[in-house]
């Protein structure tokens, strides 16, 4: 054995300014350890205080930043960055500025010493946004075409869990499965789709064939609609998915799109929906939302005992409207499958209403006025305010972690 | 149910092109699956029809291509690739052109009637090629330095299944490690470091601690030298990951990366070190060759089963040098884990070398003959040319698939 200096104990090099002297033994790290331990203890964060140390960064990156975009960033929940940034404005390592949350001299000099930070921005791709894809000509028309489209889509369904990616999103969609060879002359079936996806993909001329299955009518109708208005020979298929497909639908596609409801069964579900229409074979693409750690690992295990290989695994990859509370962003999976099985389905309850009963607070975009659904009101849909306004932005959820 | 067209059936867009008429019924499909069908049985590939597509549309968007570059681009071994480019040439669909591959008339609209090809370029990301980071000003300079560096790195030891990512790769790989907040702050381990990452991780300057363990003394002597000379605090330790670390690698690391040897054993002998130098949680960078799929699926469910989230799954992430024969490139996969457990070692035959014995194939840069390395001539080390040639290109690689 040659070990070459001490193991396990930072290394001094008076040199840089991002790496002071004594740093483990000050008082300022004490207190730095302290106060870490305190945001963990009193917000329950599931992630511990690599989660904390997440926000610090976030902000030391993009100061001044909203919670909301905090939330996006590092894909926790709004009322967890909420809290956390309170708590850091109490001990002044934080402070409030018109355009979000800023630190105070004191604080930037504590969390350099503590932390090491000292990048002062991101080093992701500005031209494919961290997506590894770009639009070329082509898709940068779809995108305008599908943007015009989109604007037209019913009201979200949040019973269902609907909530739907932007146009942009659903584009970029298209372009990494045109970029994978996933679209040219291929069978392409869309496990539902409330996200339009079905749209741009069509729009590509590169299928064999385009089907969408969803439970929503309304959906359907409307891609029905844009489809004959576009000639985008879009099939349509009704089906609730906690049946299998029926026969004309089964062994029959090459390549699924789905992003399934949040739970482990409502992706098991879908999964499994999706194998029935790939047959023994086939390629099939995942949106998949942030979750718990272990909840995450399991979802991950279902997916390679169904015989899939994670292929990508792309974060950051769907954006989503009107749905902060998740962090707006969920994951790209592109899965390869060879001699794939179905795993038992345990429950129908798949959806997020039906497996832990939430409560959302919509605030009125006209007047303000906050109400409470999920409850007494059961669906957003439902919520018309006493002001007459009809548009509301989701402002808490609870609940969200039990 | 309500099903819309009839499923499973091309849909007929007699405007587009690339979507010709009654093409499933015609003669030329039936040739085209004639003809799949049987270079799948001569090559025996395990990938089957779909890698046969694949090299139809990595060609289609690229020519005229090389046997080499349509291996980088497909990830198939290149015996496999040239077997396949002479019988498609053989059936008159390609036919060679000085720079490479090409399609004959007839094989164009052959390929675009029957695989409904029509994209005639990627959809990659100029900027950051697929990778989702790009260099900035600071990278950029780690970059160039390291170039330079690099060149004075000791010939390749394939025994122990060494090989160079390039100088751009570690660099990349340093930005994306930044990127994510794995650098700023933290103690970083290397699992083996034969491609010199360490190097632009330390040039970064973000972190706490940067230690470098492996078996090649050699290496940790260049390391040692590289560091000194560019003040950049790396430690190595002297380490035979067969054996568990001692006690001041243990629990002492906040990041861990790795492109450990291409056997499943292997990897998990080198990420069982990683579990350990990390303690229960951390952040682990792992290089993944790509290989057939069920062992892939398995190396998945290992990751799985240690309590590693597959939080990233990059592919064509990392590019090697003189390793044509697993297509050059490989997958980086950012994996991070809670209640790290470590998994059984099966055994202690771990480099590929002791797995499956391979002859390689090297041809003399110089005057062009050709030496078998692997039985006889053991390294590539040992190997000099009758012509007093002392650099070599690997031209072929037998049994690798077995």
């Known amino acids: 054995m040659n070990v070459i200096g001490k193991m396990g104990k930072r290394n001094t090099q008076k040199a840089k300014k991002n790496m002071k002297e004594n740093v483990d033994d000050s008082a300022s790290n004490k207190e730095f350890k302290i106060l870490i331990r305190r945001i963990v203890q009193k917000t329950k964060i599931a992630e511990g205080e690599l989660a904390i140390y997440d926000i610090l ?107 739907f990616a932007t146009p942009e999103t659903a584009t970029y969609r298209a372009t990494i499965m045109a970029d994978r060879g996933d679209l040219e002359g291929k069978r392409v079936l869309f496990v539902g789709d409330d996200d339009l996806t079905s749209i741009p993909v069509a729009m590509s001329g590169l299928c064999k064939e385009v089907v969408v299955a969803d439970i929503d009518e309304r959906l359907l109708d409307m891609i029905k609609y844009f489809s004959k208005q576009n000639k985008l020979h879009i099939k349509t298929v009704k089906q609730d998915f906690r049946n299998s497909l029926p026969k004309n639908l089964t062994d029959k596609f090459d390549v699924v799109f789905t992003d399934p409801p949040y739970t482990l069964e409502g992706v098991k579900l879908f999964m499994n929906r999706g194998i029935e229409a790939l047959g023994s074979e086939g390629v099939l693409y995942l949106a998949v939302s942030h ?79 906050i109400y409470e659904v999920g409850g007494k009101i059961k669906r957003i849909e439902d919520l018309s305010c006493d002001c007459k306004g009809n548009k509301f932005y989701m402002i808490k959820r609870s609940k969200l972690r039990d």
């Not at 590092?74 to 018109?98: A, F, Q, W």
């Not at 390869?336 to 832990?356: A, F, M, P, R, W």
């Open 57 to 163: 960064r976030c902000i030391y990156r993009n100061q001044p930043i909203s919670t909301k975009k905090i939330g996006q960033y590092t894909k926790l929940p709004l009322p967890i960055v909420s809290k956390v940034r309170t708590m850091l404005e109490g001990d002044k390592v934080l402070k409030r500025d018109d355009r979000g949350a800023i630190y105070t001299k004191e604080g930037l000099t504590f969390v350099e010493k503590n932390l090491g930070l000292s990048l002062k921005n991101d080093l992701k791709c500005p031209l494919c946004k961290g997506k590894t894809i770009v639009f070329d000509e082509k898709f940068e028309k779809i995108y305008k075409r599908h943007k015009e489209i989109a604007k037209q889509r019913p009201a979200v369904n949040t019973l269902i869990d609907q909530s």
């Open 291 to 369: 979750k718990p750690i272990d909840e995450h690992i399991q979802l991950q295990k279902n997916i390679l005992s169904m015989n899939f290989l994670i292929a990508e695994m792309l974060p950051g990859f769907n954006f989503y409207e009107g749905t902060e509370i998740i962090g707006n962003t969920t994951f790209l999976a592109r899965l390869v499958g060879k001699n794939l099985v179905k795993l038992e389905e345990k429950s129908d309850k798949i959806y997020t209403g039906q497996v832990k009963p939430v409560l959302r607070y919509y605030k009125c975009q006209k007047c303000g006025k």
